[in-house]
């Protein structure tokens, strides 16, 4: 007998759109500047397409609340295909970040098109590399893992790999987790307490890991950290090398800079304001779908293979993207996170959106249930 084939979802290959991501430098800045000059101008263009484009396509296409259906779930979550699309992001985001240095260390670029083509590389470190990597940490296999951690050392931020998973995951939506926003907290000032904590805390999450495993003696050999960060000291030689100056490693921090940025300001839109209630026992409730926003504006979700089903996530780590839901008592944003990140850093715009939002899930904040809307 035939096995039944692996069901596939309206949109299956709309999660090609990773492609549309890793093209924007090569195909339209490089290419456009070469042949119509403009080379500053054209190093902006990535952050423009993420920033102004995309929010526009996002609400000309509209959301999606779909859920696949229950009988198909295990079967899409054991596809190969899907699987595969992540993993390919692994060359695609290496690749371009060491092209990125010899275009910086070679193209006429002025001052202002050498920052644009850093943040450019930067929001493609935090789409290809960071986000990415967040898929793939959560998983089981071993490939999957150190492809998230590879990734994640492309960006000089290989302790996200035991911070997120160890700390923010354990603590979200309290006021011990570095990674959620407290209530009218500006994005900057939690960029600024994210960027101070996160790492020291990986470090110590890591050092508490060796205790409990009998492995403190030599951790300094055992540590995950350690080769993260031997890897990114890899690649920031290496952008040295391919710039031929010392010009490489600006380049390497500074998109690695943006990159985390750009992954803190999206932990600022996901958990803004929402808080967990603590028990009489003294622990918090469980985490349910509704102590994340949500989104379902269909494009960005393509692009971001599902990151903005940010509830379910948080509920179930271990769900891969393409079976991730909507649940109808998730808080729900008004907007995708290409236009969210824009809002967020106009803190007075993005009170009076959000903080009325907030109140409101505050006052009807209770132990969720899971209900979903099914396809």
Aim: proline fraction near 7%; aromatic fraction near 12%; include cysteine.
């Amino acid at each position: 007998m035939l096995a039944k084939a692996t069901p596939v979802l309206p949109y299956h290959w709309g999660h090609l759109a990773f492609i549309v991501v890793a093209a924007l430098p090569p195909v339209v800045s490089v290419w456009m500047a070469g042949r119509l000059g403009h080379w500053d101008a054209w190093a902006w263009f990535p952050p423009v397409f993420y920033f102004v484009i995309i929010p526009i396509i996002d609400q000309l296409v509209g959301r999606n609340a779909d859920n696949p259906p229950d009988t198909d779930v295990p079967q899409l979550e054991h596809s190969l295909f899907y699987a595969a699309l992540p993993l390919a992001c692994v060359p695609l985001q290496i690749g371009l970040m060491l092209w990125g240095a010899w275009v910086f260390a070679t193209a006429p670029f002025g001052p202002i098109g050498g920052a644009g083509w850093i943040i450019s590389l930067g929001c493609i470190g935090g789409i290809l590399g960071i986000n990415v990597a967040h898929e793939l940490i959560h998983k089981t296999s071993r490939l999957e893992q150190w492809a998230g951690g590879l990734l994640l050392s492309t960006v000089l931020y290989g302790s996200f790999k035991i911070e997120h998973v160890y700390g923010h995951h354990v603590d979200v939506a309290t006021p011990r987790d570095t990674s959620t926003a407290r209530p009218g907290q500006t994005v900057y000032a939690f960029l600024a307490r994210a960027l101070r904590h996160n790492i020291p805390k990986a470090f110590a999450l890591d050092r508490a890991r060796a205790v409990r495993r009998g492995t403190l003696g030599n951790r300094i050999w055992r540590s995950e950290l350690l080769v993260w960060y031997a890897a990114s000291a890899f690649w920031a030689l290496a952008c040295v090398l391919i710039a031929g100056t010392w010009q490489g490693l600006i380049y390497f921090a500074g998109q690695a800079l943006v990159a985390v940025c750009l992954l803190e300001i999206i932990n600022y839109i996901e958990h803004y304001g929402l808080q967990r209630r603590l028990l009489a026992d003294g622990r918090y409730e469980r985490v349910n779908p509704r102590h994340s926003w949500n989104s379902d504006f269909l494009v960005t979700n393509l692009l971001l293979f599902n990151l903005q089903r940010h509830s379910d996530h948080h509920a179930h780590p271990a769900r891969r993207y393409q079976v991730l839901r909507h649940f109808d008592e998730s808080p729900q944003l008004p907007f995708g996170y290409a236009t969210a990140v824009v809002l967020a850093l106009c803190p007075p715009l993005w009170r009076r959106i959000m903080d009325p939002r907030v109140a409101r899930y505050a006052q009807t904040s209770s132990p969720g249930t899971t209900n979903t809307s099914t396809a």
